[in-house]
């Protein structure tokens, strides 16, 4: 019987979550109210003017309504746990980034009022206590770690599309700020001689931008942007200007409202790509079926067994948009 429950662990899991949810809800909702009712053996939940809405009504409706998203997190939730097994790292960061969560709620919303926005934000994700801020964060770790081994297992199948639709690629930049680049002042230029001088005299690209660029947020990591796509919230003339360069490339001077830029293209080459946590969210977000795929797959090798409940399942794929045969 053990097995059993074991193989089918979703079966279990869904009609022990939902049941109880529902004998829960209804009891919490009629109790002081209409102690006992019962009508053709189900509980009734409240009655108005001689109608009566059973437990199973309600249960319906928030299906109806709530159930497929409801249903699918539960899903995603179980077959995560079971798929991948999270490392020391991975529990810490999830508490770290917990704790983060709670300061950063009451800093905000002050220490008597947060507790109850951060409960009813965590509620909104499945969770029912701000004690398990810990396991969201670390479930959507996995979750991640899972999606990155799945593109990389299969990137024969996504990559090429991917890289001509949204050019992806390593960017970092010099900037000479200006107030009016139209009209520079005899200072900027200066400064703007001084960079084209450092360059020409054989100093790096990188030293150049440690030292002399004016962009304070890629200053410090000597002018790294880092990923960048046709879809990065870049002005126009800067973003046209990075996605017309190749590998290794570096542009002339760039104009924008920030003053002259000059850009150059570290790689684009995937093994490159790879290292950047850009690179594959940008993929989750151009292929957003692609998570579904995943965790289905995973579900499959589960043996995941609906034992007849049709009607769960293909809830769950319509939610997933996917066919049956995949």
């Given at each position: 019987m053990?097995?059993?429950?074991?193989?089918h662990w979703f079966i279990v899991l869904v009609g022990v979550l939902f049941v109880a949810a529902t004998v829960y809800f209804a009891y919490d909702m009629t109790k002081g109210f209409l102690p006992g009712k019962n009508v053709s053996g189900k509980d009734v939940v409240f009655e108005i003017n001689g109608q009566n809405v059973t437990a199973d009504d309600l249960y319906e409706r928030l299906f109806d309504d709530l159930g497929n998203s409801a249903l699918y997190t539960l899903f995603e939730r179980a077959v995560v746990a079971q798929s991948f097994t999270a490392d020391k790292d991975?529990?810490?960061?999830?508490?770290?980034?917990?704790?983060?969560?709670?300061?950063?709620?009451?800093?905000?919303?002050?220490?008597?009022?947060?507790?109850?926005?951060?409960?009813?934000?965590?509620?909104?994700?499945?969770?029912?206590?701000?004690?398990?801020?810990?396991?969201?964060?670390?479930?959507?770790?996995?979750?991640?770690?899972?999606?990155?081994?799945?593109?990389?297992?299969?990137?024969?199948?996504?990559l090429p599309e991917f890289v001509?639709?949204?050019?992806?690629?390593?960017?970092?930049?010099?900037?000479?700020?200006?107030?009016?680049?139209?009209?520079?002042?005899?200072?900027?230029?200066?400064?703007?001689?001084?960079?084209?001088?450092?360059?020409?005299?054989g100093e790096s690209f990188e030293a150049v931008a440690k030292r002399l660029s004016d962009d304070t947020g890629s200053q410090p990591d000597s002018g790294l942007l880092g990923y960048v796509d046709s879809n990065t919230q870049f002005v126009p003339e800067f973003l046209a200007a990075t996605l017309a360069l190749g590998s290794?490339?570096?542009?002339?001077?760039?104009?924008?409202?920030?003053?002259?830029?000059?850009?150059r293209i570290d790689s684009t080459d995937l093994a490159d790509l790879?290292?950047?946590?850009?690179?594959?969210?940008?993929?989750?977000?151009?292929?957003?079926?692609?998570?579904?795929?995943?965790?289905w797959e995973n579900a499959k090798k589960l043996n995941i067994d609906f034992k007849g409940n049709d009607d769960i399942k293909a809830r769950l794929l319509s939610f997933m948009s996917i066919e049956e045969a995949e």
């Open positions: 053990l097995n059993t429950i074991k193989k991975m529990i810490s960061q999830a508490k770290i980034q917990a704790e983060s969560t709670i300061a950063n709620f009451k800093s905000y919303y002050g220490e008597t009022a947060y507790e109850a926005i951060l409960l009813q934000a965590i509620k909104g994700v499945g969770y029912s206590s701000i004690d398990d801020l810990d396991d969201y964060f670390l479930h959507l770790t996995m979750v991640e770690s899972m999606t990155k081994a799945y593109f990389d297992t299969n990137m024969d199948k996504y001509t639709a949204k050019k992806p690629r390593i960017v970092r930049h010099i900037l000479v700020k200006m107030d009016d680049p139209t009209k520079p002042t005899e200072v900027e230029k200066t400064r703007w001689d001084e960079v084209k001088n450092a360059l020409a005299g290794g490339e570096t542009s002339e001077w760039v104009r924008t409202t920030y003053g002259y830029h000059l850009i790879k290292k950047e946590d850009g690179f594959y969210q940008a993929l989750s977000s151009y292929y957003p079926k692609a998570v579904f795929t995943m965790i």
